[in-house]
């Protein structure tokens, strides 16, 4: 005779269905141990289990690890349970029925249940007092948990292989800019003491120049988009003056568009009553990234249109050039990332197809927009920048201090350089003899310490990566040692990201300066901070 099931028995493995379906929208994001957690504990839930004992390794290649909960409670490893961890554990891997086992809590009847093929993941295993554990409908519900919490445990333990190569990729990067940046700066201050001693430099040394400042925007570009991706970046808002902000993008690569023979027609339609509010270097790299790829892609001889004009409230720039041009297909892709369209082997544009990409994150970082237009091959292309600005009634009254700093006689002082690289101590030393200061150089952090205790230091510029006693050690060596009469410190690296100059600072630096050094920032940073304490 045909008997109806019944209807509430039916609803509720149904709700326990789409109870256990749910739960891999709670594992997105989420580390190996709460995933095991939130299993357990709706298994506990739905089935009412008295003991669950979990046994797996929460992160690759680690040791398995052993939690134990009653009632869906965690609890500390105690004594009193290590005979029925050690029962679960001799379980056989082939039993398919519960299991009897002895419990502080009495007899229970365990079921052992495999997270991977073969229990390579770990184990789960669950009991109950209850002679009948588990039902027909127990026993499938617990087998489908431990296979969605196989999943779950297979893809944190992904996220977490992810996180650790990408934290290994920044610490190389960060290694590999570093040690780029080393030889870079005793070429450049090499190059920059050539020019202050003859008034010019040669051919040759031009073409030096301009390769250590090609190689240099490599380095800082590759951090950069490493720092974009993972969210390194702080910006520091301001209102910024816009004509102030293209002449000085201008200037940084005036020197592409002189090699390259490009006429740079300028057109800035904003008052000085439109400020857009965003970071000063992060805008100035974005009208720099777009000036510097229209100068590459446009053959020699070419043309180059930056304007700037108010629309609205928004700050609009452009940059237009009538080059190489962009195919229809490659438009949509133009700001991604390594992205360069058709290259030919003799890698003629150079660059590493990063420029837009860091571009397109800085404006949105800036809550902007950016697009390009280009009606096709040889046609030329247009960049469009669109940031929201605000109007001020009066343009922000100039630093009296900075106003007057330049009008000041020059201070002399002694300043310290130490660098365990001698090429680098000793033309940065030469160069600041040049500006007139009086300069001790040595490669020996020890040699360092015993000359500040000896004579009197305005300032001392520090490398921060030297072998034995680093930078940052040294730095509180001497706040330590000399306490108020400790020189003005400068830290001097190849690490250039916000937490090296936060972690300079807190070690007693009083500036942070990215190798190659720019001589003309560190002759006013001595200025400045040698004036500090003058009485």
Same mark, same amino acid.
């Given at each position: ?20 379906? &749910? ?26 289990? *008295? ?58 009847? /365990? ?141 940084? /690569? ?40 229209? &100068? ?13 004009? *108010? ?81 001020? *009634? ?36 030469? &160069? ?104």
């Amino acid at each position: 005779m045909y008997r109806e099931r019944d209807p509430s028995a039916a609803d509720q493995a149904l709700r326990d269905l789409m109870g256990l379906l &749910a739960l891999p929208a709670l594992w997105v994001g989420r580390d190996a141990a709460t995933v095991l957690q939130l299993t357990t504990e709706a298994v506990n839930r739905i089935v009412g289990t *008295a003991v669950c004992l979990v046994h797996a390794p929460l992160v690759p290649d680690a040791i398995p690890t052993t939690m134990l909960q009653l009632g869906g409670e965690r609890i500390a490893h105690e004594p009193a349970w290590t005979d029925f961890i050690d029962g679960c554990r001799r379980m056989p891997d082939t039993a398919e029925d519960a299991t009897p086992l002895e419990s502080p809590l009495g007899t229970l009847r /365990v079921v052992r249940l495999f997270l991977g093929p073969a229990g390579r993941a770990g184990s789960l295993w669950f009991g109950s007092s209850r002679p009948d554990f588990p039902s027909i409908h127990q026993g499938a519900f617990m087998r489908a948990a431990a296979t969605l919490a196989s999943t779950g445990l297979h893809a944190a333990r992904l996220d977490q292989e992810r996180e650790r190569a990408a934290s290994a990729k920044d610490e190389f990067l960060a290694m590999l800019g570093h040690e780029l940046r080393n030889p870079l700066a005793p070429i450049s201050t090499a190059l920059h003491l050539i020019r202050l001693q003859t008034g010019s430099l040669s051919r040759e040394h031009e073409i030096i120049e301009r390769q250590v400042g090609h190689l240099s925007k490599l380095v800082d570009d590759l951090l950069d988009i490493t720092r974009i991706t993972r969210g390194k970046i702080e910006l520091s808002r301001e209102p910024l003056d816009v004509a102030f902000l293209l002449t000085d993008a201008i200037e940084g /690569v005036s020197p592409l568009l002189e090699e390259r023979n490009h006429l740079l027609r300028v057109s800035c339609e904003v008052g000085p009553e439109l400020r857009v509010v965003g970071d000063r270097a992060r805008l100035r790299q974005v009208v720099v990234n777009l000036l510097s790829n229209a &100068a590459k892609y446009t053959p020699m001889n070419g043309e180059i249109r930056v304007a700037a004009r *108010a629309e609205g409230d928004a700050l609009v720039i452009e940059v237009e050039d009538n080059g190489a041009g962009i195919d229809v297909a490659m438009l949509p892709r133009v700001f991604e990332l390594f992205e360069q369209g058709s290259t030919t082997l003799d890698r003629a544009k150079g660059g590493l197809g990063i420029g837009l990409a860091i571009v397109k994150q800085l404006v949105e970082m800036h809550h902007g927009q950016v697009a390009v237009e280009s009606a096709g091959p040889g046609q030329g292309a247009l960049f469009r920048v669109t940031l929201p600005a605000e109007r001020q *009634a009066a343009a922000p009254v100039p630093d009296p201090a900075a106003q007057t700093l330049d009008t000041l006689p020059p201070v002399q002082g002694r300043v310290l350089v130490v660098d365990d690289n001698r090429d680098a101590a000793e033309t940065l030393g030469m &160069a600041l003899r040049y500006s007139g200061y009086d300069v001790v150089t040595t490669t020996l952090p020890q040699e360092a310490l015993d000359r500040v205790r000896a004579t009197r230091f305005d300032a001392a510029v520090l490398d921060i990566g030297m072998p034995v006693i680093d930078g940052y050690e040294l730095a509180a060596l001497i706040r330590r040692e000399l306490g108020g009469a400790a020189p003005r410190l400068v830290a001097l690296t190849g690490y250039g990201q916000s937490s090296d100059r936060d972690k300079a600072l807190a070690c007693g630096f009083d500036e942070h300066m990215v190798k190659p050094i720019d001589l003309d920032r560190l002759t006013r940073t001595l200025e400045r901070l040698i004036r500090a304490d003058l009485p």
